[in-house]
């Protein structure tokens, strides 16, 4: 697609359930970052996917979170046992293929999440 | 991790002022981006510095690399309505994740 597209936009969700966060980059680009953006906070990284490279996972917070990319293209991030914590705006970015240049993200506009 | 910190905070000014917002690290980054976000969308890339020194220009907008290559500016000339929102610095020591600064809020009142 022309950008990245990011659903839903906005979800509200009991404390305790699952919720799963869909992110469809711009064909033909690569990498695609997961970041969390909480309210006055910057975007702290969650989750990298590079080709067909084991995906760095070294910012997923706890292990309610875990994160997919099938065929190289859609990503889902999957939030189990949610808590009020969590409420935040995800954030999904894709690039070109990494290298000694940094190409810069395409964002997508985000999900905000609200756990009740 | 690197930690970027962002001065100000919060900036609010009239139309036709000039402004510059700043970012600064103890480390050194191999670039520096700089994005800004609107309420409900997410950042959109304004400008990438790779060159200590650097010094890259779009529009009204001024980008400065430090020669150190840890520290980078932003200046508006003659500020606009448009140019509200949260500038946000980015950076990255490796090929691909970047660190993201708690950015400035920029208001331009007309």
């Known amino acids: 697609g022309a950008g990245v597209s990011q659903s839903p936009s906005n979800k509200v969700t009991e404390k305790g359930k699952d919720v799963e966060l869909r992110c469809d980059p711009i064909?033909?680009?690569?990498?695609l970052y997961w970041y969390r953006q909480s309210l006055g906070q910057g975007l702290e990284f969650l989750i990298y996917?590079?080709?067909?490279?084991?995906?760095?996972k070294s910012g997923l917070p706890s292990d309610r979170f875990s994160a997919e990319r099938t065929g190289g293209s859609v990503s889902t991030l999957t939030i189990q046992r949610t808590q009020q914590e969590d409420s935040a705006v995800y954030l999904c970015?894709?690039?070109?293929?990494?290298?000694?240049?940094?190409?810069?993200?395409?964002f997508g506009s985000g999900t905000r999440l609200t756990v009740v | 991790t690197q930690l970027l910190e962002q001065s100000p905070q919060f900036l609010s000014i009239q139309e036709g002022e000039n402004l510059t917002v700043y970012c600064n690290s103890s480390s050194v980054f191999s670039s520096l981006q700089w994005y800004r976000q609107e309420p409900g969308e997410g950042p959109v890339l304004l400008v990438t510095v790779v060159t200590g020194g650097e010094v890259k220009k779009l529009k009204r907008l001024t980008f400065q690399f430090g020669d150190a290559r840890k520290d980078s500016s932003l200046h508006i000339t003659a500020a606009q309505p448009g140019d509200t929102g949260l500038y946000l610095c980015?950076?990255?020591?490796?090929?691909?994740?970047?660190?993201f600064g708690a950015g400035t809020t920029v208001t331009v009142r007309a």
């Open positions: 996917f590079q080709g067909n490279s084991a995906p760095d």
């Open positions: 980015a950076a990255g020591s490796n090929d691909y994740k970047l660190s």
């Open positions: 064909s033909g680009h690569t990498a």
């Open positions: 970015a894709s690039s070109l293929a990494t290298g000694r240049r940094n190409y810069g993200y395409t």
